[in-house]
Every structure is written in C-alpha cells, then in structure tokens.
T-cell receptor, first 118, second 113 residues
Framework: GAVVSQHPSWVICKSGTSVKIECRSLDFQATTMFWYRQFPKQSLMLMATSNEGSKATYEQGVEKDKFLINHASLTLSTLTVTSAHPEDSSFYIC??????????????FGSGTQLSVL | QKEVEQDPGPLSVPEGAIVSLNCTYSNSAFQYFMWYRQYSRKGPELLMYTYSSGNKEDGRFTAQVDKSSKYISLFIRDSQPSDSATYLCAMSGAGNAGNMLTFGGGTRLMVKP
C-alpha cells in the first residue's frame, strides 16, 4: 500500500518556540493532505485540509496563524506549530490522498508526531 | 449528539474469542465505511473498506454495513494478543465529500493470552 512518512515521531520543545512536522508521500502524489490532532484516548480531530499549491482550509476553532500548513509539492506537506504552548501538546497525524476519483479514495496515514511542550 | 458513536471500551477478551466492534451514525449521506486499527502512538492503519450496505471479509476480519439501521460492525475471528489496539470506525460521503472522514471515538481492545 501507499506510504506516508511523517517526521519527527516525537518532539519536546520549550514554550514559545515553533515546531515543524513534515509529511511525505513516498510512492504516490498526494494532491490532498489532511492534518489531524489526537488527544489521549480520543479520536482523530481534523484540523485542516490542504491541496497542493493552495491555501489550507481550517476547521472551525483551529487557529490558522498558529498552525501553519504548507503543501508546496505533491509529495510534501508541513505543519508548523508556532509559539507552541503546553496546551498544544498532542499527537499530530497527517494523511494523504492520491486524488482522482474521490469517491474511491482511501486515505493513507503517517505514523504520527507526539508533541510535548514544556 | 456526535455524528458517529463508538463505545470506547476497553473491551477485554481471551485469545481465540470472536470480537464484535460496532459504530452507529446519524448522517444518511455516508456512503463509504472504513475500519482502522491504531496501536498506541502510531498512525491508523486501514483494515477494511466497504461501500454502501453489505458484508466484506478479509482473512479473520469481517465488516458489515447496515445502512437502514445506520450501524456498522467489525468482527475479528480467532482474536490474537497482537490484535490488541484501538479500533476506529470512519465514514465519508460521496463526491467531493469522499475524502472527508468522520471518525468514531475508537474502541480499545485487549486480547489476553
């Protein structure tokens, strides 16, 4: 199956710093990337959707200036958590879609990034 | 009320048992139904993918969809300790909404040797 590589797998940072998370689709072109956040023992909450070359669409309640998403190429999307605070500590997961016939698409997930903000 | 409801568990079963995991949903526009397995601190892994109502079998896993009842199930036969994980149901609509997944909260399964 298709592979989405996500890095880093975990990161610890000080409050106020910025953290960048990368997702790469290794063997397919991801025309759409989705970014999720998952708190302990909870399900995935969609944060934003990005299409290659376009601005990301953010879900209600997600601060676009805090969670910067860049999808500059068909194989790379990045999420930057700016001025991170302890409440941003969470598990962040990306997923990529091949595009094409949307109704038959299955999303391929990255392995996730555990962010801990001290 | 959430769009997709899933019992969080944990569900504890002995090795070899048949496991039944379920989700209910309220949006009749959902057409595609998926089951993901997620190990702790890992990304979800797609297990089963079905369209509309009916059954689908893959090895020890069987997915059932009953759109009239807005109810989906995942059965695991001959459960193994390695099946211990959180199982997430997910569903999406058709057309441009096909990529937008709505997830259940996940059920934590523990298979004891």
């Amino acid at each position: 199956g298709a592979v989405v590589s996500q890095h880093p797998s975990w990161v610890i940072c000080k409050s106020g710093t910025s953290v960048k998370i990368e997702c790469r689709s290794l063997d397919f072109q991801a025309t759409t990337m989705f970014w999720y956040r998952q708190f302990p023992k909870q399900s995935l909450m969609l944060m934003a959707t990005s299409n290659e070359g376009s601005k990301a669409t953010y879900e209600q309640g997600v601060e676009k200036d805090k969670f910067l998403i860049n999808h500059a190429s068909l194989t790379l999307s990045t999420l930057t958590v700016t001025s991170a605070h302890p409440e941003d500590s969470s598990f962040y997961i990306c997923s990529g879609s091949r595009g094409g016939v949307l109704t038959n698409e299955k999303l391929f997930f990255g392995s996730g990034t555990q962010l801990s903000v001290l | 009320q959430k769009e997709v409801e899933q019992d969080p568990g944990p569900l504890s079963v002995p090795e070899g048992a048949i496991v039944s995991l379920n989700c209910t949903y309220s949006n009749s526009a959902f057409q595609y139904f998926m089951w993901y397995r997620q190990y702790s601190r890992k990304g979800p892994e797609l297990l089963m993918y079905t369209y509309s109502s009916g059954n689908k079998e893959d090895g020890r896993f069987t997915a059932q969809v009953d759109k009239s009842s807005k109810y989906i199930s995942l059965f695991i036969r001959d459960s193994q300790p390695s099946d211990s994980a959180t199982y997430l149901c997910a569903m999406s609509g058709a057309g441009n909404a096909g990529n937008m997944l709505t997830f259940g909260g996940g059920t934590r399964l523990m298979v004891k040797p």
